[in-house]
T-cell receptor, first 113, second 109 residues
Framework: SQTIHQWPATLVQPVGSPLSLECTVE??????LYWYRQAAGRGLQLLFY??????ISSEVPQNLSASRPQDRQFILSSKKLLLSDSGFYLC????????????FGEGSRLTVL | GENVEQHPSTLSVQEGDSAVIKCTYS??????FPWYKQELGKGPQLIID?????GEKKDQRIAVTLNKTAKHFSLHITETQPEDSAVYFC????????FGKGTRLHILP
C-alpha cells in the first residue's frame, strides 16, 4: 500500500532562518507531488507541484522554493523565513492523472517568530 | 483560472439532523469535484467525489449533487454523528485542483 510521510510535524523558527520540510511517498512510482499551505480562513493554497524529477511548477510568487531530487521525494525550502510564512504545510500526491484523488500527508505546522 | 466559493464557513447541526454545504465554481471546463474531510491536526482525506457526467452520487450517509448549468455543487450528510465534526473542503478541477476555503462542521449532542 502507498504511504506518505512528512516531517517535521512541528517547527518553530525565527525570522530570517532557513527552512526545509521533507516529504516522501512509498509504494508507488512517478507520483505527481504537491505542496499546499493552509492558513486560517484561506483554505488550501497550492504552492508547488511536480510531475517528475527536477520538474517544479510554482503557483504563487513567494519566499519559498521546492525541489524534487528523487522520484518520491519532495522538499519545501526557504533561505530566509518571513513572519507571513507561518502556517500548516501539507504535502500530497496523486497517481498519473492530475484530477484524481489527492493523498495528503499529516502536515507540518510552521511558526515563524 | 478557477475560483471556488464555499458556504457556510461554520455550521452547527444537532446530532441526527442533516448538514448541507454548498460550493460554486467559475470555470465551466471543470469536470471533477471532490470533497475532503479534515480532522484536527491531520491532512484532508477524500470522502466523495463526482465527475461532470453525473448529477448525483451517494455513499451511505453522504451524497453530493452537481448542477453544471448553475455551476454549483453540494455535500449532504444525513443522520449526522459526533464523528462527522471536522472541516470539509470542496474542490473543482479541470487541470489543477482548486479548493474552497472550508466549512467547520460542529455536531451538537
Amino acid at each position: 500500500s502507498q504511504t506518505i510521510h512528512q516531517w517535521p510535524a512541528t517547527l518553530v523558527q525565527p525570522v530570517g532562518s532557513p527552512l526545509s520540510l521533507e516529504c516522501t511517498v512509498e509504494g508507488t512510482s512517478n507520483p505527481n507531488l504537491y505542496w499546499y499551505r493552509q492558513a486560517a480562513g484561506r483554505g488550501l493554497q497550492l504552492l508547488f507541484y511536480s510531475v517528475g524529477i527536477g520538474q517544479i511548477s510554482s503557483e504563487v510568487p513567494q519566499n519559498l522554493s521546492a525541489s524534487r531530487p528523487q522520484d518520491r521525494q519532495f522538499i519545501l525550502s526557504s533561505k530566509k523565513l518571513l513572519l507571513s510564512d507561518s502556517g500548516f504545510y501539507l504535502c500530497a500526491w496523486t497517481r498519473g492523472e492530475r484530477t484524481g484523488e489527492l493523498f495528503f500527508g499529516e502536515g507540518s505546522r510552521l511558526t515563524v517568530l | 483560472g478557477e475560483n471556488v466559493e464555499q458556504h457556510p464557513s461554520t455550521l452547527s447541526v444537532q446530532e441526527g439532523d442533516s448538514a448541507v454545504i454548498k460550493c460554486t465554481y467559475s470555470d465551466s471546463a471543470s469536470n471533477y469535484f471532490p470533497w475532503y474531510k479534515q480532522e484536527l491536526g491531520k491532512g484532508p482525506q477524500l470522502i466523495i467525489d463526482i465527475r461532470s457526467n453525473v448529477g448525483e452520487k451517494k455513499d451511505q450517509r453522504i451524497a453530493v449533487t452537481l448542477n453544471k448549468t448553475a455551476k454549483h455543487f453540494s455535500l449532504h450528510i444525513t443522520e449526522t454523528q459526533p464523528e462527522d465534526s471536522a472541516v470539509y473542503f470542496c474542490a473543482a478541477s479541470n487541470d489543477k485542483i482548486i479548493f474552497g476555503k472550508g466549512t467547520r462542521l460542529h455536531i451538537l449532542p
